[in-house]
């Protein structure tokens, strides 16, 4: 049985992770099947979001241990966690987590890496790494640009449990909800990434990631060139023309309002 399944349906793709027999860790086949459902849904059009979430009690568990003491570490043969996270985060296609399990050491960086992730409040989150004798390393690149450092120089060297609440204080997740209305808050978010253009939400993403990392002038310069190309662009002919006469544009066939 395949560790990630995936389901296709009105747009939208469902990566489930399944490999409850190992909380989800982060081995060499759930990487490849995050990864497949990844570049599946960027080479189809007709897929506007992918929502990534699991079965059981563990979103997940971080390394797989048991492959990490053979030896293997899900090497570039197979794609690389690191490879993963900047695929989520470079992805046109918005990536959604549906978080209904706890999330432990790695599983923080996965959690991270999305572009909107939503948990149940009932499930705890940790960075366990320095419990085992080893440290944060590859996630910190996703997870410190949203934390601030005093928080996260707690939460690195504690190894401690914490709320899925106290996760979205700390910026690791959008936002937490009652556990009965995970699917609600998550269906909500999918509505409105709908009634985006496609290429207007692949820059946006590439806005939050990119310009941070610029100085002014050249974030000027860069966002002004972009920003022309835009509006000279058919989507945004499309969405312009929609709204002005009062139409939802032609991306937008899903129903919503």
Not at 10 to 22: F, H, P, R, S
Not at 80 to 101: M, N, R, Y
Not at 118 to 145: N, Q, T, W, Y
Request: proline share 4%; hydrophobic share 45%.
């Amino acid at each position: 049985m395949s560790e990630v399944q995936v389901e296709t349906a009105n747009g939208m793709m469902t990566a489930t992770l399944t490999d409850a027999e190992n909380r989800n860790a982060l081995g060499a086949g759930l990487i490849a099947g995050i990864r497949g459902a990844l570049d599946a849904a960027n080479a189809d059009p007709a897929i506007r979001v992918l929502v990534i979430t699991n079965e059981g009690n563990t979103f997940c568990a971080g390394a797989n241990l048991k492959e990490r003491s053979r030896g293997s570490a899900g090497g570039k043969a197979s794609g690389s966690f690191e490879d993963l996270l900047h695929a989520i985060q470079t992805s046109p296609t918005p990536v959604v987590g549906k978080i209904a399990g706890h999330v432990v050491g790695g599983g923080n960086g996965l959690a991270s890496a999305l572009d909107i992730s939503i948990a149940a409040e009932d499930v705890k989150f940790g960075f366990s790494e320095v419990r085992l004798g080893v440290a944060p390393a590859i996630i910190s690149v996703v997870c410190l640009p949203k934390m601030r450092r005093g928080e996260a120089m707690e939460v690195f060297l504690r190894g401690h449990r914490f709320s899925a609440v106290r996760a979205a204080e700390l910026g690791l997740i959008t936002r937490a909800v009652p556990a009965s209305e995970l699917d609600q808050a998550v269906d909500e978010v999918i509505a409105d990434l709908r009634k985006g253009g496609p290429n207007a939400l692949a820059f946006a993403k590439r806005l939050v990631h990119e310009v941070p990392e610029m100085d002014q002038k050249e974030a000027f310069e860069w966002t002004a060139r972009m920003s022309g190309e835009l509006f000279k662009g058919e989507e945004a002919a499309e969405g312009m023309a929609a709204f002005l006469g009062k139409r939802k544009p032609a991306w937008v066939n899903d129903g919503s309002d």
